[in-house]
C-alpha cells in the first residue's frame, strides 16, 4: 500500500482560500488514483474530487465544482486540492486517498491519510 500524509488545513474565513497537499509514499505514485474526500461531525465521509494517474481525468462533487481544483505532481508524489470561496459547509475532516483508478466511491479506495481539519467560519 501507499502510505499519505495530509497538510495545508486550517481555520479560515468565508471566501477565502487553502491549499491541501497529500505526500504520498511507500509504492510508485503514479500508479495510483488519487482523491479527496471530507468528513464533517456526525456525518458519512463524502467524495470531493478525484484525478486519475496521469492527472489528465478529474472528477468533482457538485458542491465543489467552479471552486475547488484537484492536481498532481508525480514527480514530487503529490497531489493538491486547491480550494477557493470557501463556505462554512466546507468545515470538515479532509482526506487523501489512493486507488487503482478514479472513483467517487469510498470503499474503491484502499489507502487512506490521517486527514486534515479544514475549518471556515462565517
Known amino acids: 500500500q501507499v502510505q499519505l500524509v495530509e497538510s495545508g488545513g486550517g481555520l479560515v474565513q468565508a471566501g477565502d482560500s487553502l491549499r491541501l497537499s497529500c505526500a504520498a509514499s511507500?509504492?510508485?505514485?503514479?500508479?495510483?488514483?488519487m482523491g479527496w474526500f471530507r468528513q464533517a461531525p456526525g456525518k458519512e465521509r463524502e467524495f470531493v474530487a478525484a484525478?486519475?494517474?496521469?492527472?489528465?481525468?478529474?472528477y468533482y462533487a457538485d458542491s465543489v465544482k467552479g471552486r475547488f481544483t484537484i492536481s498532481r505532481d508525480n514527480a514530487k508524489n503529490t497531489v493538491y486540492l486547491q480550494m477557493n470561496s470557501l463556505k462554512p459547509e466546507d468545515t470538515a475532516v479532509y482526506y487523501c486517498?489512493?486507488?487503482?483508478?478514479?472513483?467517487?466511491?469510498?470503499?474503491?479506495?484502499?489507502?487512506w491519510g490521517q486527514g486534515t481539519q479544514v475549518t471556515v467560519s462565517s
Open positions: 511507500g509504492r510508485t505514485f503514479s500508479d495510483y488514483a
Open positions: 484525478i486519475s494517474w496521469s492527472g489528465g481525468s478529474t
Open positions: 486517498a489512493a486507488s487503482r483508478s478514479a472513483s467517487t466511491v469510498v470503499r474503491r479506495y484502499g489507502s
